[in-house]
């Protein structure tokens, strides 16, 4: 196995080592459900586990893996292993969907399938397109005007033309890295033929610090797509162009003027280094320190801040209806599956960020203190966030499954639902919340009212990420987010779960928390036949029901009546649970803090057939 060069956390090994001793399991906040594995700092070392779960920790490592996530699973006692089927978490190459069906639930990929869908550079260009035409410019005007060639070359022609001849165009290869193949050009002439290519207006009027130009690269993080949990990391990196910038047509073949990534102006002679997060110096500086500098210069860097977890939460949006698809398609559990994304962002000259491009596999090569302390960071927070499980032996093929049975009684011995273990009462409780045309706050906010099993267990679920944020900070779901609910091409019902959720209890986070204490301390979460956490057997429904007719069709509220009463038999239909982008856009919403859903999600599976299922079950539950 390669290694990659870098430098490596220090940390001490020897005899004498008198570094803190963490836990090895962090206990969930909530009865039965099982604690998470912890990760360290360099300056930690965690406790040992007995020797039966110890052989269960295993890292499967590929010639991507990086050194800064090997060495932070070594603390925690992983073992490398290249086996196909014994390991729990592995950071590694994108793989193509059908593929994502060999992960078995107790294991963690480091990606989602179809998250190219902004990966791409052409692809995050058209979706982010599509959302522009569909809700304005006035909500996405944070990306320069591009065109897709060779199917936007009559349009780039005009535009080209309209521009005059002053005008400066970048172009990129759609799926390259590392400023390969970037080139910034005026004369039409300078236009490569023959492949494809994207074309962008060039910001030629950046930010500049001391003469050079900048751009940020923000590290975000999905925990998972449904529903959606975004996180962005506190810190980050700055990146200069190597050369003071000038906007003259006769320096625009100079790369390390126009272009800011590390991997161009690192060959620059007069490249300087920076090994020190706090510094404003040389040509890489920490995120934080920028904000620092900016803030002494009277910059009010918390609205910059703000402009950019906008622009994160509405691009991870406009790939969430490809990803959620795909999940639906090839994955047993959606929690096996979490992703990184390297943002990279630039402010022009009136401070207003701009998105250049999304990395669904940014760099974590460490070259200098700097990126150590960084990216350690960041990656150790990452796995601390991402939950990672003790699995039962009954999970773990091969060798593993002869592991003693204690493994179950140290993970909690708790067999976690999935998905598919949703109720017929669950399934009715989702379709009434997504078969209301408009669905005003008053009436969203009954969907608290009743908590089913799986109402808990993801309530819950975030309430636990939460306590394991480290420097990560969530964006959404958040107090505030209830604006971006629709964007959304298909409607979620855990996304307006989770919303109202914190619109009830993001000023008095305890209270929420000690219901779900009280809930799973009764087992509520595992599955119940309680009356009182059933749906569909509440006196809730006749209480909510003059108002449901408010917002809803009479047929339409006779069709979610008559399905109540349902056997399970008939509500486990395979084809009920299925998600995707809606056949056309939901209605503009009537209010910002609004969230307006459609009564049609069909998933959009090439070639599927069968038989369509009732109204209700047609919505995405």
């Known amino acids: 196995m390669a290694l990659l060069c870098g430098v490596e956390e220090p940390m001490s090994l020897g005899p004498d080592d008198d570094r803190e001793e963490k836990p090895a399991l962090v206990p969930s906040l909530f009865p039965f459900i099982s604690p998470t594995l912890y990760f360290s700092t360099a300056n930690e070392k965690v406790e040992l586990l007995p020797a039966e779960q110890r052989r269960l920790l295993k890292w499967k490592v590929s010639n991507v893996t990086p050194n800064v996530v090997k060495q932070t699973v070594a603390r925690s006692h992983f073992k490398v292993t290249k086996k196909s089927h014994d390991w729990l978490g592995c950071w590694g190459h994108h793989m193509k969907s059908p593929c994502f069906k060999s992960l078995g639930e107790h294991q963690k990929l480091n990606h989602f399938p179809g998250t190219f869908q902004i990966g791409r550079k052409d692809r995050l260009w058209r979706n982010l397109s599509k959302m522009q035409v569909r809700f304005g410019k006035q909500e996405f005007s944070f990306f320069p005007r591009t065109f897709v060639l060779p199917q936007d070359i009559k349009l780039l022609r005009k535009a080209w033309e309209d521009s005059g001849s002053r005008q400066k165009w970048i172009i990129k290869p759609p799926a390259s890295a590392r400023g390969i193949g970037i080139q910034v050009i005026h004369k039409w002439s300078q236009m490569p033929r023959k492949r494809p290519l994207l074309v962008q207006k060039y910001l030629h009027k950046p930010y500049l610090i001391s003469g050079n130009k900048f751009d940020l690269r923000i590290y975000v993080y999905v925990t998972t797509y449904d529903p959606l949990k975004i996180y962005i990391f506190s810190d980050g990196l700055v990146r200069f162009a190597s050369c003071k910038y000038s906007s003259s047509m006769k320096t625009l073949g100079n790369k390390f003027m126009h272009l800011t990534n590390y991997s161009v102006n690192k060959k620059n002679s007069e490249y300087q280094t920076n090994s020190d997060d706090k510094a404003c110096q040389g040509h890489k500086w920490a995120l934080k320190a920028l904000w620092q500098f900016l803030g002494s210069k009277g910059v009010n860097t918390t609205l910059i801040w703000e402009k950019i977890k906008d622009i994160v939460i509405k691009t991870i949006i406009a790939s969430e209806p490809y990803v959620n698809s795909l999940l639906k398609m090839h994955l047993r559990t959606p929690s096996s599956c979490h992703e990184l994304f390297g943002f990279d962002i630039m402010l022009d000259e009136n401070l207003k960020p701009w998105i250049l491009e999304v990395n669904i596999s940014p760099s974590l090569h460490s070259n200098t203190a700097l990126d150590v302390s960084i990216k350690g960071q960041m990656i150790r927070d990452l796995l601390n966030l991402a939950g990672f499980r003790v699995p039962q032996k009954e999970d773990v093929a091969g ?33 009434f919340y997504l078969t209301q045309r408009y669905a005003d706050q ?136 299925r998600e995707g982008p809606s056949a056309s856009s939901p209605p503009a919403s009537p209010s910002p803090g609004s969230s307006v859903t459609s009564s049609a999600c069909t998933s959009p599976q090439p070639g599927h057939t069968q038989s369509p299922p009732p109204p209700p079950q047609s919505a995405s539950l």
């Open 399 to 431: 060798p593993c499954s002869s592991a003693s049975s204690s493994t179950s009684s140290l993970s909690g011995g708790i067999r976690e639902r999935t998905k598919s273990d949703l109720s017929a009462d669950e399934k009715v409780k989702r379709a």
């Open 442 to 577: 008053d009436f969203l906010s009954t969907v608290l009212d009743v908590l089913t099993p799986e109402d808990v267990r993801v309530l819950a679920e975030s309430e636990d990420e939460l306590t394991r944020l480290g420097q990560f900070e969530r964006v959404f779901p958040s107090p505030s987010s209830s604006r971006y609910l629709r964007f959304f091409e298909c409607p979620r019902y855990l996304n307006v779960l989770l919303d109202q959720w914190e619109r009830k209890y993001w000023n008095n986070r305890s209270k929420g928390i000690s219901l779900l204490r009280t809930l799973c301390g009764k087992g509520v979460h595992l599955g119940t036949s309680d009356p009182a956490h059933m749906w569909s057997k509440c006196s809730y429904v006749s209480r909510v029901e003059p108002h449901r007719q408010e917002l809803s069709s009479p047929s339409r509220s006779r069709v979610v009546v008559s399905h109540q009463h349902r056997s399970p038999h008939d509500d486990d239909d395979g084809g009920s649970d």
